[in-house]
């Protein structure tokens, strides 16, 4: 057991103590690795032994700090959103509204025997030809205006 110990405290340690390590490949072809190059054996090529380090971690709070703006500014962009939905639903709600109002009121101009409009006094006077036909355009505009 202590040798095992030893050898093992050993194998982890002269990584650590090493400098660079070089690969280089023999005559007969075969690749070995060493910590010094090997003397006339040809070009010898220095690997890194240690990984470079990575970035630093941005500090904890200050990344928080980011996520809470980002999530803020995506609830508010979600909920201007809705908002503007809401807005198209309720005008085109408001617009169907009306088209069917005056597409009925356009009916009822065409269909009616006789159209009236009330005097100064308050009595019914009937409209004549001309007067007819300004009240149809009039109401033609309205479907035009809201039914488009």
Do not use: K
């Amino acid at each position: 057991m202590p040798r095992a110990i030893a050898l093992l405290l050993l194998v982890l340690a002269v990584p650590a103590g090493a400098g660079d390590i070089y690969r280089w490949t023999d005559a007969q072809g075969q690749v070995h690795f060493g910590d010094r190059p090997p003397a006339g054996a040809g070009e010898a090529l220095p690997l890194t032994s240690r990984p470079t380090p990575p970035a630093p971690e941005p500090d904890a709070g200050a990344r928080r700090a980011r996520q809470d703006r980002l999530l803020r500014a995506f609830e508010t962009e979600r909920r201007e959103r809705a908002e503007q939905a809401a807005a198209a639903r309720a005008e085109t709600e408001r617009r169907e509204r009306n088209c069917r109002i005056a597409r009925e009121r356009l009916e009822g101009v065409r269909s009616a025997a006789y159209l009236f409009r009330r005097d100064e006094s308050g009595e019914r006077a009937i409209l004549d030809a001309t007067e007819r036909a300004a009240a149809e355009a009039e109401t033609e505009a309205l479907v035009a205006r809201w039914c488009d």
